[in-house]
């Protein structure tokens, strides 16, 4: 039942492509190109879903705009978002209010904060952060 809220929540292109990305890595991560580890920010699950459950969430500290992937290698730390392409212009998708003010908190920290829209853009990144060698 969680799977089909999570699924309902996060816009499909952007859940097949973490899907996509995932499966890379763990094929990188057994092939020893990867030196560090990753995890997934669940930020589909609102309060609206169960208001207890958000509630309690909320006091542990879930936050707005979280990044959907935090990667974490060699004392370094980095952040991705996914975003579907919109148009030309805009080819990262828009993110939302929340998402620039931690962007721009984590590029004021010197941390990447990236939005990806593409399987090759997102691999291009970590190689790019030395998070793949």
């Not at 499966?23 to 669940?42: D, R, S």
């Not at 212009?89 to 004021?108: H, P, V």
């Amino acid at each position: 039942m969680i799977f089909e809220v999570i699924r309902i929540k996060m816009k499909k292109y952007e859940y097949e492509l973490g899907v996509s990305l995932i499966k890379h890595l763990e094929v990188l991560k057994c092939m020893n190109q990867i030196e560090g580890f990753w995890f997934h920010v669940p930020n589909q699950i609102s309060r609206n879903d169960n208001p207890k459950f958000g509630a309690a969430l909320k006091r542990l500290g879930k936050v707005k705009g979280a990044p959907d992937y935090v990667f974490v290698w060699k004392n370094k730390v980095g952040f991705m978002e996914l975003k579907r392409a919109k148009t030309k212009e805009n080819a990262r998708g828009t993110l939302q209010k929340e998402q620039r003010d931690l962007q721009t908190e984590s590029l004021k920290l010197e941390v990447p904060f990236e939005v990806c829209d593409s399987l090759d853009d997102c691999l291009l990144i970590l190689e790019k952060w030395g998070f793949i060698k």
